[in-house]
């Protein structure tokens, strides 16, 4: 980072010094290693391969032709509405801090914790689809492993404990690592794609357009019986789920060089890289599948079934090791998402035990705590939510139909609050990076209409119950605002608070050794 000068680095410090907080966290990220925190949460080899079922066992084809793009798009608007609160409030756990300013306490409080849960939840559910990928390649045919409860959990704490370990060593390390992540996933989509051309019958590029209706017994039961309108806006659900956690880049602004221009490129760059790459690797897929028909039958499993059907074993493995290693990363960057989270909500005193969930380490420069604290929590939920069932749904698959709900309102809060703060007294200055009223508002408003649609897609059968989850989240949430948080929660440094914290600013710079 030889361009970062001291001039840049002054600037970053007064822009976080004028929202009331000291450099803690170790400004060590580039803005290409901003970018790749992001585009690794998003992996496409994650999320694209193992709810890839969602689009082959509903509309086919078409789900990935024409659904992959829309609903890529979707998630496109919430990026770039939310880049542009991001280059005027640069700050770890963002979304809360700009819920607060551009709205009041309780909304910052609410998008705190719809983003936190999100998170968490997606951090647990991220690491069980890489459980099951492990276990369709290597677990079950080299090791002979059997799912079990047992196993699962083994698992996700053994590879949630190392990537808390890893975030813990400090940002320098999981940066790196992060930016070879991103790397590799960019690789790794080419050659399967190539290998899926490679191995392909045929090439009918008309069934990336064909429109069928694969729901009930004809796609595996993935989708209940419906109408193919619905069941191809059901598939939407791959890219809206697959492309999420961009937000990280904003979770990470305190850690990145030149923030307030690095971080919403970050965060607009790496949908637009994941909605492509993606496009090719998931198009070339489709046209490797020896018979659409066949495919919608195997459900989840189509893609270990296309595979093992069509590509060389030896070159199979080979992609599968690359693709489980991304997955892992892809975790990495989630547990350093989650933390910073913790991180920025304890400081301002949002959680239990907020002096402990705040404190940054002086040797390692990251919030140890939280980091560890996060990592716990996921493998707990996912832990707990196994063993306890609705009718024949694990609470675990209910719960997890509701993160991207929860984290998109999180998106949605700060989004709706700066569509009428513009120009206000609220948020009247604005970053370098700039849409320009109109342009912010028209995405805006793009953001609230896509937030109705998630909403309506995500509490559709099988995942009905996730209305009633949403709803009784609610319920507590107000429950636990206006008898506990309400008369103690203070909420981000705002107006003459800013100036009172100065000296505990340099303090806490001078205690972690920031210079």
């Known amino acids: ?110 998008t705190a914790w719809f983003n936190l849960l999100g998170l968490v939840t997606v951090l647990g559910a991220i690491n069980v689809g890489t459980y099951y990928f492990f276990m369709g390649s290597f677990g079950t045919p080299y090791l002979g492993l059997e799912d079990s409860t047992t196993t699962r959990i083994v698992f996700l704490a053994i590879i949630t404990g190392a990537q808390a370990l890893v975030n813990h060593m400090g940002i320098g390390l999981t940066a790196k690592l992060t930016d070879f992540s991103g790397y590799l996933i960019f690789a790794t989509a080419i050659l399967l794609a190539i290998a899926c051309l490679a191995a392909a019958d045929s090439y009918e590029i008309g069934r990336l357009f064909t429109f069928s209706n694969y729901s009930g017994e004809a796609g595996g039961n993935v989708w209940p019986q419906t109408s193919g309108t619905w069941v191809f806006l059901l598939g939407l659900l791959l890219p809206i789920y697959t492309i999420t956690g961009y937000d990280a880049s904003a979770h990470t602004s305190e850690e990145t060089v030149k923030a307030a221009e690095s971080v919403p490129r970050g965060m607009v760059s790496s949908v637009l890289w994941s909605a492509l ?8 897929f489709v046209l490797m599948i020896p018979n659409m028909d066949e495919a919608a039958k195997q459900g989840w499993n189509v893609f270990f079934w296309a595979m093992d059907a069509q590509v060389h074993p030896v070159i199979k493995d080979i992609l599968y090791l690359a693709i489980f290693v991304s997955q892992w990363l892809c975790g990495l960057a989630t547990v350093t998402s989650v933390s910073r989270m913790i991180f920025a909500f304890s400081r301002d005193g949002g959680l239990p035990a907020s002096r402990a969930l705040s404190k940054v380490s002086p040797t390692y420069r990251t919030p140890v705590a939280a980091i560890w604290t996060g990592s716990i929590l996921a493998v707990l939920f996912v832990w707990g939510s196994s063993l306890v069932s609705i009718g024949e749904t694990p609470v675990y698959t209910i719960v997890v139909s509701c993160t991207v709900i929860f984290l998109f309102f999180s998106f949605a809060i700060p989004i709706t609050l700066g569509l009428f703060a513009w120009g206000t007294s609220k948020w009247d200055k604005m970053g370098p990076w700039n849409l320009g009223e109109g342009m912010f508002k028209l995405f805006a408003i793009l953001s609230i209409i896509a937030m109705v649609l998630i909403f309506v897609l995500g509490i559709q059968p099988p995942n009905d119950w996730a209305l009633y989850i949403t709803v009784g989240f609610l319920v507590v949430t107000g429950i636990i605002w206006f008898g506990f948080e309400n008369r103690r929660f203070r909420g981000p440094p705002i107006g003459d608070e800013v100036a009172r914290r100065q000296a505990e600013i340099a303090a806490a710079e001078k205690a972690v050794g920031e210079v």
């Open 277 to 284: 790459f993606g496009y090719i690797m998931l198009c070339a």
């Open 1 to 110: 980072m030889s361009d970062y000068i001291e001039t840049d680095k002054k600037q970053d410090l007064q822009v976080l010094h004028s929202m009331g907080y000291a450099q803690e966290l170790e400004r060590r990220m580039s803005q290409f290693s901003n970018f790749a925190v992001s585009f690794s949460i998003i992996c496409i080899l994650s999320g694209g391969i193992n709810s890839l079922a969602q689009a082959t066992a509903g509309a086919g084809g078409a789900a990935i032709g024409i659904g992959w793009p829309l609903g890529c798009f979707i998630s496109l608007v919430f990026a770039v509405a939310m880049a542009q609160i991001s280059s005027a409030y640069p700050t770890a756990g963002g979304l809360y801090h700009w819920g607060s300013i551009l709205g009041n306490r309780f909304t910052g409080w609410v």
